[in-house]
């Protein structure tokens, strides 16, 4: 089955710098790859997703980028602000509809 | 966006009891919901994958009498915990998509059961 692993488990960065988080994939049937930002107490909500057939997808401050080649996917936060603070969750979908997510990022920015 | 309801958001029982969490898509129609487990600052571990009509498709180590599944609507599924210990103690949470396939997942707000 597929598996998911992501990078880094922590993150921490000061207000109005970038945040990457990295995840590598293993089944190359995976075609969508939704990224998932989990506050405290909370159920994941999406906040940006990325499909097979593109490399790159922007929204704002939030960016995703895909290599199929490599299986891995990235989620990139610029200007980040305290409210960013959170779990973010990547995930590998394949056509069968099953997400596999991967284990975690605990995001902190320091105002 | 679509908007999934999940109650109670948290629950405190006694040993031995039975508890039911309630998901609901409230502005679309779900014929497959998730259900899923979730420790203290780890994953979503997906325990069963509900569908309406029919019998809940359980993941390898998710005992299915211990944790009954109904879809009985297009809009209702339920997580019975039966018998419940304190090792069941953990964040429950129901998801489901607008269409079958690949897709945005909308979840639940998450039940925090607490078994005394």
């Known amino acids: 089955g597929e598996n998911v692993e992501q990078h880094p488990s922590t993150l921490s960065v000061q207000e109005g710098d970038s945040a990457v988080i990295k995840c590598t994939y293993s089944d190359s049937a995976s075609n969508y790859f939704p990224w998932y930002k989990q506050e405290l107490g909370k159920g994941p909500q999406l906040i940006i997703d990325?499909?097979?057939?593109?490399g790159e997808k922007k929204d704002q401050r939030i960016a995703v980028t895909l290599n199929k080649t490599a299986k891995h996917f990235s989620l990139h936060i610029t200007e980040t602000q305290p409210e960013d603070s959170a779990v973010y969750f990547c995930a590998a979908d394949t056509n069968a509809g099953k997400s596999t997510f991967g284990d975690g990022t605990t995001l902190t920015v320091k105002p | 966006g679509a908007v999934v309801s999940q109650h109670p958001s948290r629950v405190i029982c006694k040993s031995g009891t039975s508890v039911k969490i309630e998901c609901r898509s409230l502005d679309f129609q779900a014929t497959t919901m998730f259900w899923y487990r979730q420790f203290p600052k780890k994953s979503l571990m997906l325990m069963a994958t509900?569908?309406?009509?029919?019998?809940?498709?359980?993941e390898q180590g998710v005992e299915k009498d211990k944790f009954l599944i109904n879809h009985a609507s297009l809009t209702l599924s339920t997580l019975t915990v039966t018998s419940a210990h304190p090792e069941d103690s953990s964040f429950y949470i129901c998801?489901?998509?607008?269409?079958?396939?690949?897709?945005?997942?909308?979840f639940g707000e998450g039940s925090r059961l607490t078994v005394l």
């Open positions: 509900s569908n309406e009509g029919s019998k809940a498709t359980y």
């Open positions: 990325i499909r097979s057939n593109v």
């Open positions: 998801s489901a998509r607008l269409l079958a396939g690949t897709g945005e997942l909308f």
